[in-house]
C-alpha cells in the first residue's frame, strides 16, 4: 500500500514538471501550491527574477522623467538629516547631473538582483534548519515566485496611477516606493511621524500576498509543515519590519 502511495505521489510530481514556462508564469497567481510543486524537480526563477527587474527599472525610468531627476535629487536632499543645510543646494547641482541619474537605475536593478540571491540563502538556510529539504535553487525559486505575482500587479496599478497622476501631485521620495499605497500608512503624513509610517506601511496587501506566497512555496518545495513554513515567513516579516522603523527613526524618512 505505501508502495503504491509513492508510485502515485511521483507520478503527481513528474506531471506538474512538464508545466511549461508561461504556464508556471500564470500558475503563481492562480494555483501556487502546484506551480511551487512543478519547480520540485526543477527550479525556476530566471525568467520571472528578469520581468520583475525589467518591470522595476521601467518603472524607475518613467518615474523619474515625469518627475525630473533634479527633483528627485532635491527633494530627497532636503529630506537627508545628515546633510548641513549650507550645503545641499550645492550637493543637488552636483548630484543632479545625468551620469548620477543612470548610476541610479543600476543600484535599483543591483539591489533587486541581491535581494533575489540573499532571500534564496535565507530560505535555503531555514528550510532546512526547520527540518525540511530544502536547496539553494529551490529557495531562489520561491523568493522569486512569492515576489513575482505581487510585484507584477502592484507595478501595473503603479503605471497606471503614474501615467493618470500630473507630475506636481507626485511626491519625489515616496513615489519611488510606490504610488498604489495597500497600506494603513496612506491616512497618515509619513513626513511628520516617519517611524510610524513605516511600520504601518509593513501590513500592506501585496506584502501578505507574497507572504502567503513564501509559505505555500516553503511547505512544498522545503518539505516543511504549516507551522514551519510559516514561523520562517513571519520571522523574516518581523525582521524586516524591524528594519524599516529604526531605518526611518534615523533618517527621518518613511521606508
Excluded: H
Excluded at 525556476?44 to 527587474?53: E, H, N, R, T, Y
Amino acid at each position: 500500500m505505501e508502495e503504491e502511495n509513492n508510485f502515485e505521489e511521483n507520478n503527481e510530481i513528474e506531471e506538474t514538471a512538464k508545466v511549461s514556462l508561461f504556464g508556471t508564469l500564470i500558475g503563481i497567481f492562480i494555483e501556487p501550491g502546484k506551480t511551487f510543486q512543478s519547480m520540485i524537480k526543477k527550479p525556476k526563477f530566471l525568467i520571472a527574477g528578469v520581468l520583475i527587474l525589467l518591470f522595476a527599472s521601467v518603472f524607475q525610468v518613467a518615474l523619474i522623467k515625469k518627475v525630473g531627476f533634479k527633483n528627485v535629487v532635491k527633494a530627497e536632499m532636503s529630506a537627508n538629516p545628515f546633510v548641513p543645510e549650507d550645503q545641499k543646494k550645492e550637493m543637488t547641482e552636483q548630484q543632479s547631473m545625468p551620469v548620477y541619474e543612470y548610476v541610479r537605475y543600476g543600484v535599483v536593478t543591483s539591489i533587486i538582483a541581491i535581494s533575489f540571491l540573499i532571500g534564496g540563502l535565507i530560505y535555503w538556510l531555514a528550510g532546512n534548519a526547520m527540518g525540511g529539504s530544502m536547496t539553494f535553487m529551490r529557495g531562489m525559486s520561491v523568493w522569486v515566485y512569492a515576489t513575482f505575482a505581487p510585484a507584477v500587479i502592484s507595478l501595473v496599478a503603479n503605471f497606471l496611477v503614474l501615467f493618470l497622476k500630473s507630475a506636481e501631485d507626485i511626491d519625489p521620495i515616496s513615489a519611488q516606493k510606490g504610488l498604489i499605497q495597500a497600506n494603513p500608512s496612506a491616512f497618515i503624513d509619513g513626513k511628520s511621524m516617519p517611524a510610524l509610517s513605516s511600520l504601518l506601511s509593513s501590513f500592506d496587501l501585496f506584502v501578505i500576498w507574497g507572504m502567503v506566497l513564501a509559505a505555500i512555496g516553503l511547505k512544498v518545495m522545503g518539505s516543511l509543515s504549516n507551522v514551519s513554513a510559516w514561523t520562517i515567513v513571519i520571522i523574516l516579516g518581523l525582521v524586516g519590519i524591524c528594519f524599516k522603523v529604526v531605518g526611518a527613526l534615523l533618517s527621518g524618512v518613511p521606508s
